[in-house]
């Protein structure tokens, strides 16, 4: 029942993975695997063969999160050295609240197309231009509230990179996950009560912070 409940609050990347395999065997290549993303997954797909991608192992990642994926990329994407990974083997990569930390995020995703194999999907989430029109508040709501993002990416500009290698755009536009905005009134209390305060990230769906891109080759 536990399970049920967080699939039907889980955030729209995880919807993507449901609606895309269900229960079924995929490769994943998880593109910024901190904060044991993982474990998260690995609870809710178990059949999913987990390969992370990151700056640094130390991420907010243990050795359960790393026991648990396949294997591991230790890279800078800015360098645009993907060699060592597989090209056409992955049934689908995330690329979630990443680009928007990288000055060339548009080469770092036009190296990384390759890697997806036929009939797979690519789901790439950012922070949109409505972003930097949000009030400031902690944990992110107003683009600058983080140091570390760099640049703006949009939706005509990703999908035209997704074209151009051959992947069909299936949907994109500004994230509104709709179950968790009509269950708001319920969750933003009880988030307050767990952490003593609320986040910028409570209230992306809302205010239409992120924007995103669905790709399928």
Same mark, same amino acid.
């Given at each position: 029942?536990? @399970?049920?409940v967080g699939r039907w609050l889980a955030d729209p990347k995880v919807l993507v993975l449901r609606r895309q395999f269900g229960d079924r065997p995929f490769r994943l290549l998880d593109i910024g695997a901190g904060n044991h993303s993982a474990t998260f997954l690995k609870n809710l797909f178990p059949a999913c063969e987990y390969y992370g991608l990151d700056i640094s192992r130390g991420y907010n990642n243990d050795a359960t999160d790393f026991a648990l994926m396949k294997d591991f990329y230790e890279m800078d994407l800015t360098l645009l050295e993907f060699e060592k990974i597989p090209d056409r083997f992955f049934d689908a990569i995330l690329l979630v609240h990443v680009i928007e930390h990288l000055h060339n995020g548009d080469k770092?995703?036009?190296g990384l197309l390759p890697k997806l194999g036929s009939g797979g999907v690519i789901y790439i989430e950012y922070p949109g231009l409505r972003s930097t029109k949000l009030p400031s508040m902690r944990g992110s709501l107003n683009f600058s509230d983080d140091p570390t993002h760099v640049r703006l990416y949009s939706v005509p500009e990703i999908s035209?990179?997704?074209l151009k290698d051959g992947v069909k755009v299936a949907r994109s =536009?500004?994230?509104r996950h709709w179950r968790y905005i009509i269950l708001m009134p319920l969750l933003l209390p009880y988030r307050y009560s @767990?952490? =003593?305060h609320l986040v910028g990230g409570d209230f992306w769906d809302l205010l239409g912070f992120a924007e995103y891109v669905l790709g399928r080759k």
């Open positions: 029942m536990k @399970q049920s770092v995703l036009e035209a990179i997704l =536009g500004t994230r @767990q952490r =003593g």
